[in-house]
């Protein structure tokens, strides 16, 4: 059974901190990483994707991915209150099922004004 | 952008009902997803498709069947209608394997 896990939370920063979102992965052939934000009552949207060992940056969002250690990571830089959300992480395995993407269950974030 | 749109918000149903709950995509994506989000046990992938009339059992498949007829619209259904299927039920779509899912807005079923 492929898994994914993420600390539950939850993860509470004063606005203008750096968050830290880790997960791991049990699957070693994993091809592609992605994280998702879902706001309360909403579907989750697609924030960052990552598929190569290294950092990947798109605004205030660093994805972190390192294989080696199954490890991927989110951080995010100078945290708004509106970035209060749960934050997925998904990753889809290698093999002939590479269609769907296994999820965590989230890290709840609160940034606090 | 992808646009997935789920028909119906909220839904309320009888237990016992036959329940169809309808996904449809604008942007032509191969692959198409049903999950359900429960507290505390997270997104739960229940049937996908990766082309028309090709379907796959996911991780929870029982009492969920599904239809694709046609590239743009999967449709789940619930048999027969129980209280434990009440539920956030999510669509998404994708282009390949390669890139993420685009969702829906999600469905909050009620089974009374």
């Known amino acids: 059974q492929k898994e994914v896990e993420q600390n539950s939370g939850p993860l509470s920063v004063p606005e203008g901190a750096i968050a830290s979102l880790n997960c791991t992965y049990s699957d070693r052939v994993s091809q592609s990483f992605f994280w998702y934000r879902q706001y309360s009552g909403k579907s989750p949207e697609l924030i960052m994707s990552?598929?190569?060992?290294g950092d990947k940056e798109d605004g205030r969002f660093t994805a972190q991915l390192n294989k080696a250690s199954q490890y991927v990571s989110l951080l995010i830089r100078d945290s708004q209150p509106s970035d209060s959300a749960t934050y997925l992480c998904?990753?889809?395995?290698?093999?002939?099922?590479?269609?769907?993407?296994?999820f965590g269950k989230g890290t709840l974030l609160t940034v606090n004004p | 952008d992808v646009k997935v749109t789920q028909s119906s918000r909220y839904l309320v149903k009888r237990t016992g009902e036959k329940v169809f709950l309808e996904c449809v995509q604008d942007m032509d994506h191969e692959n198409m997803f049903w999950y359900r989000q429960d507290p505390g046990l997270g997104l739960r992938l229940i049937y996908f498709?990766?082309?028309?009339?090709?379907?796959e059992k996911g991780d929870i498949p029982e009492g969920y069947s599904v239809s694709r007829e046609k590239k743009e619209r999967f449709s789940l259904i619930l048999e027969s209608a129980s209280t434990n299927q009440t539920s956030m039920y999510l669509c998404?779509?994708?282009?390949?394997?390669?890139?993420?899912?685009?969702f829906g807005s999600g469905t909050r079923l009620t089974v009374v």
């Open positions: 498709s990766y082309d028309v009339k090709m379907k």
């Open positions: 990552i598929y190569s060992n």
């Open positions: 998404a779509s994708s282009l390949s394997g390669e890139v993420g899912y685009t």
């Open positions: 998904a990753v889809r395995g290698g093999g002939g099922s590479n269609y769907k993407l296994t």
